[in-house]
């Protein structure tokens, strides 16, 4: 019973510090998503999708989780936006106090802030970093059951990406019969079904990012005056 | 730092454990191999291929761990051998003790046990279940980066399949770089290419793991005399 202890104690540590990141992002207004898949899901072609969709209109800055490598890291500035790098070594999630050590790598008016998480359907559901929500992206090759076999990770996003719809063709995968799971597991949970390589898809989910971003943007500032 | 001593305990513990499978499966010229991938990358799916293949040749029992759900199980009992299911419950990786627990469910005189993990490329590669070799799956839709990415699981495999490599034509991802960076991280793996789907490369999986299995079956007990 001895390694439930620690492990709480270790979750609650993650979760007051989770909350101080969640304080900064309000604070400055910057609308942060922690991103989570498998490895290979598609995270990190997303994200490139996603900056060059909005990086003209949003101030986007973006924080890469990876086990080893900073290959992502380099794929992202590639495209223009500040990254920051976290390799954890061995570390099979992210937690709140290597997203609190990042933070003061990227610009504090940021509007979005994506912190790609490491490639894990498991672990990293268990760890609050602060952000506004969890998406979770799943994809075409990976079979259609993934949202019962893994549920904690759905149970606890609130967006599902079913990305890699180009090769539906090719593997077999119901999109119906994946979403059905998700639901089953999370009711709340709303879909988009993304093709990186072709960019179908892609609109409709960076027209919803754009829109909550400006959401809380444009939201009054807590204890400022409303208008009559 | 205590939480790192707790994972070295826990470590220990489980090292113990896994030598005391590995001499049950020793003690019964059981080749034991531990598969492992991410989610999706088709262990499962290798598994049935691998079973019909062996099964009127060879006596084998399969264990399968999953976070949730027994859809692998039942997948696999469908083709006629035995299976133990081990379901962890949000534990992200399988351990020797769950191991243990499985086995007096399996035929005693099992000559080829698959042990097919939880997907996850990173946790299960911190814990020996007592398994003669761990072998490591990565998709062609994955990216080919994934050795370097996630060294640790691949640095302590003796085997690579690369999988699903009908889908090639549609996916970036080429073989020859996948290869090159899992030799760079452990020059010793001796890889394999699959297709469950096109069947292509089973022959090839399925010799050598038959070479194996029968390897330990006729190799002469310890401390039996050897002919002179």
Chains 1, 2 share one sequence.
């Not at 709480?8 to 510090?17: A, G, P, S, T």
């Not at 500035?77 to 390799?87: D, L, R, S």
């Not at 809380?216 to 400022?224: F, H, I, Q, S, V």
């Amino acid at each position: 019973m001895s390694i439930i202890t620690v492990e709480r104690k270790v979750l609650k540590k993650n979760d007051d510090l989770a909350a101080e990141n969640r304080a900064c992002f309000m604070s400055r207004r910057t609308f942060a998503v922690n991103l989570l898949s498998s490895p290979g899901s598609g995270k990190t072609s997303l994200l490139e999708r996603t900056v060059d969709a909005l990086k003209h209109e949003l101030r986007i800055a973006i924080i890469e989780g990876d086990v080893q490598t900073d290959n992502d890291a380099r794929r992202i500035a590639a495209h223009g936006v500040p990254v920051a790098q976290i390799v954890t070594n061995g570390l099979c999630h992210l937690e709140a106090s290597l997203v609190q050590s990042a933070l003061p790598q990227l610009p504090e008016d940021m509007e979005l802030c994506v912190i790609e998480n490491v490639g894990n359907l498991v672990c990293p559901a268990s760890y609050d970093l602060g952000e506004h929500m969890k998406i979770t992206i799943v994809s075409t090759t990976e079979g259609d059951d993934k949202p019962l076999k893994y549920p904690a990770m759905f149970r606890r996003s609130s967006v599902l990406i079913v990305n890699k719809i180009d090769l539906l063709p090719y593997v077999q995968f119901s999109v119906d019969a994946c979403i059905a799971n998700a639901h089953s597991v999370n009711p709340e949970l709303l879909v988009f079904t993304t093709s990186c390589s072709s960019g179908e898809g892609i609109d409709a989910w960076c027209d919803w990012l754009r829109d909550r971003v400006r959401e809380l943007r444009d939201e009054p500032a807590p204890g400022a005056a409303h208008p009559a």
